[in-house]
């Protein structure tokens, strides 16, 4: 993307408020097994969707460290205007739970991890032209996404509820870690939107006196290098099946006629599947 292009990106974002309202532009269903999708990302006229299938579900605990592993395996799906491209397998043993994803104008970065908090995770590449798969580092911490800042050659990421926030160089050195101060959301997805500026993504569960609970949603302007959470924007639009969209993948683009935003807030098993909804600001 131009510099131009990133700029109106991140005025388009800034934008953003409680009162903004959302038209629904376009729906894709998808037509093949989808699993839990994660994150979401542009590449090259491709669309990549990292994925997680469950084949043993966690035993929960009250400390999300104490999870047993589970077992599963990670996906990178990549689809084109026709469907269903290819089914990139990522992941290493336990370490089998992709998280959110971003491309960085040559590579998709994409984190797997270990389904539970604390734990450890493997950063690779997807060069969107080959689909080769490259190991980058790995680090000690469940990491539930990943973004690669070209400009300062840079990667963010978050931990198990974006609780912690990292930045390393791009061989896994550790160059900052700090606490995130917001408590409003749990980030699920990141996408650079300009240097040092992330838009990020996620959902809460609000517990209801009968017992259920409610998904919030919302939207975060992180800066990392100067440990700031810009701007926090509830969003309390759902999907077809009931999930706020922006639950999990979110990745948004910038036209004429301003901002969209694409989410593919549900799984393979929910009513109806899997869609990736594309939504107009207006």
């Known amino acids: 993307m131009t510099t131009r292009g990133t700029e109106l990106l991140s005025d388009a974002v800034s934008a953003l408020d409680r009162r903004s309202r959302f038209e629904l532009v376009e729906e894709i269903r998808l037509d093949f097994p989808t699993y839990h999708p994660q994150g979401m990302a542009f590449a090259k006229g491709l669309t990549f969707l990292s994925s997680v299938e469950i084949l043993e579900a966690p035993r929960p605990a009250a400390d999300p460290a104490l999870r047993t592993p589970g077992r599963g395996s990670g996906h990178v799906f990549v689809l084109d205007a026709g469907g269903l491209l290819r089914d990139i397998p990522v992941g290493d043993g336990l370490a089998y739970h992709p998280g959110g994803i971003d491309f960085d104008g040559d590579h998709v970065w994409v984190s797997v991890a270990e389904y539970r908090a604390g734990s450890r995770s493997i950063v690779y590449t997807i060069d969107p032209g080959t689909f080769e798969v490259r190991e980058r580092f790995r680090v000690d911490d469940h990491i539930g996404w990943i973004a690669r800042d070209p ?132």
């Open 151 to 282: 400009g300062l050659d840079l990667v963010f990421g978050g931990n198990w509820g974006s609780r912690q926030l990292y930045t390393w160089d791009t061989e896994g050195h550790l160059v900052d870690q700090w606490e995130n101060p917001s408590h409003f959301v749990d980030y699920q997805d990141a996408q650079l939107l300009g240097p040092g500026l992330l838009l990020c993504s996620g959902i809460s569960l609000l517990p209801q006196v009968d017992g259920g609970v409610v998904e919030l949603g919302g939207l975060a302007l992180v800066e990392p290098l100067r440990q700031r959470i810009r701007r926090d924007v509830p969003v309390s639009l759902f999907s077809g099946a009931g999930h706020v969209i922006t639950r999990n993948p979110v990745t948004v683009t910038v036209d004429e006629s301003g901002l969209l935003i694409h989410a593919a807030p549900d799984d393979g098993d929910d009513d109806g599947g899997t869609r990736i909804l594309s939504y107009r600001i207006i």
